[in-house]
């Protein structure tokens, strides 16, 4: 052999073997085959996740079923309601595996340390959404304590590795988020609204009030002006408009003043002062109230300087008062009121009573609807004499204070309606506009 032959053999010898081509297409299959693993496994993934938020326009639910009647009357129902009506189906029609929940978890855990985690947190997001969704269903009694998982000990869930759902009605859309009510003893700082009604026909309660009439028996014109209010100081109840059993602290003041128009300068005849505090209670149909309540008289100055002659007297009743009112129907209302003055001076004796009925149809909104009212009002110093007012007209109501204000005409008989002058006797027509609160 030749140089040149010895040669080409030696490097012959040092090129690397060439690798089969069948090894080549080995490679490239394994490759294929793992891409398109990879891209099944995102692919579900993502259809998991779209279902997962509800973005899934397929509707599940067995034909017959609560969920599919629901769906059937709620068909436009928005993404998010659609959702948790689906989640509510999983828990009445399916029973929930939990162990293959971890082991599933478990095994994709190897890939990523944040995935066990995830599905703890998740199943105990739905728990909890669950319970929260069941207790605002004051019409259901539903307890999710043998579903609830903890993260912090995830292992608890393979003491019972197959817990079937409790069965339940789906929620109505309606009811889906709602928030609970409020805790059933509640206190409410000035709430709106009073348990126990101010009397329509009552000539001393507290209210907003101008009277133009003429006193019949006396040949005169007269303005009957209140300045005053009702309000509630804290209440206990439930916090819902309609509870029907609450209890509530009210406050009132007022000045009852005379006017005489057809005297100079429209001379102040007199006023009488009013302050009271009382607990009122309602239940249902029936409310009651308790309290204090003072009430002075004062003569005005021009008209002692104009009719010099007249006696001054410093009328003053100190009174613990009871009342009842019963309504007999949502428009008719009945009511008996007594007090007893602990302390009296310029005449007052200590016994009083007042008796009185409404008719009071509720308003409907700018429309209004008409009333009626009269009351009775018994003192102790009268004797057997009696006053008698009665009122009816036109009102309307606010639908969240349940303030009233009223149009009409109002007729009185009886005592002079200014206690300084207990001798009087009046009786007065005409009418006004009322505020009652």
């Known amino acids: 052999m030749n140089r040149s032959g010895i040669l080409h053999t030696k490097f012959s010898a040092l090129k690397p073997r060439q690798k089969p081509l069948r090894s080549l297409t080995a490679i490239i299959a394994a490759l294929c085959l793992h891409v398109g693993a990879e891209t099944s496994v995102f692919a579900q993934s993502f259809v998991d996740s779209w279902n997962r938020d ?17 769906r059937r009357f709620n068909s436009g129902l928005p993404v998010s309601d659609r959702f948790l009506l689906d989640y509510a189906e999983s828990k009445s029609e399916r029973s929930v595996d939990l162990t293959s929940a971890i082991l599933s978890s478990q ?111 006396n040949k005169r014109q007269v303005a009957d002006a209140v300045l005053g209010g009702r309000v509630g100081l804290l209440r206990k109840s439930s916090g819902l408009a309609d509870d029907p059993d609450a209890f509530q602290l009210d406050v009132d003041g007022a000045v009852f003043a005379r006017v005489l128009p057809e005297e100079p300068s429209s001379m102040l005849e007199g006023s009488d002062y009013r302050v009271g505090l009382a607990g009122t209670w309602k239940q249902d149909a029936l409310a009651w109230k308790l309290g204090y309540c003072h009430i002075s008289s004062h003569i005005g100055d021009e008209f002692l300087l104009a009719y010099p002659a007249t006696p001054r007297m410093n009328y003053v009743r100190d009174s613990v008062i009871a009342g009842i009112s019963y309504d007999i129907l949502s428009a008719s209302r009945v009511y008996a009121e007594a007090g007893y003055a602990v302390g009296i001076s ?14 009071t149809p509720h308003p409907r909104g700018r429309q209004g609807a008409p009333f009626a009212a009269v009351n009775a009002q018994f003192r102790e110093e009268q ?7 009665t009122s009816t007209g036109w009102g309307w109501e606010g639908a969240r204070t349940g303030h009233r204000l009223r149009i009409g ?29």
Do not use: C
Request: avoid cysteine.
């Open 107 to 217: 095994t994709r855990s190897t890939e990523s340390q944040t995935h066990v985690p995830h599905v703890f947190e998740t199943l105990q997001l739905t728990s909890f959404r669950d319970d929260a969704r069941s207790e605002s269903e004051a019409a259901r009694a539903y307890d999710d304590s043998d579903t609830t998982v903890s993260v912090a000990d995830p292992t608890a869930l393979l003491q019972d590795s197959h817990v079937p759902a409790k069965p339940r009605v789906p929620a109505a859309p309606a009811q889906l988020f709602r928030n609970p009510p409020g805790p059933s003893d509640s206190w409410q700082l000035l709430p709106s609204g009073l348990l126990y009604r101010t009397y329509l026909a009552g000539p001393k309660e507290p209210r907003l009030q101008y009277l133009s009439q003429y006193d019949v028996k």
């Open 54 to 70: 509800g973005h899934d326009e397929v509707l599940p639910g067995t034909p017959g079923s609560a969920l599919s009647e629901v």
């Open 383 to 389: 004797g057997t004499r009696a006053g008698l007012n």
């Open 409 to 437: 005409a109002n007729y009185y008989n009886g005592p002079a309606l200014q206690y300084s002058f207990a001798e009087r006797w009046e009786s007065l027509v005409g009418g006004g506009i009322w505020l009652d609160f």
């Open 346 to 359: 310029g005449g007052a004796e200590p016994f009083e009573l007042q008796l009185g009925s409404e008719w």
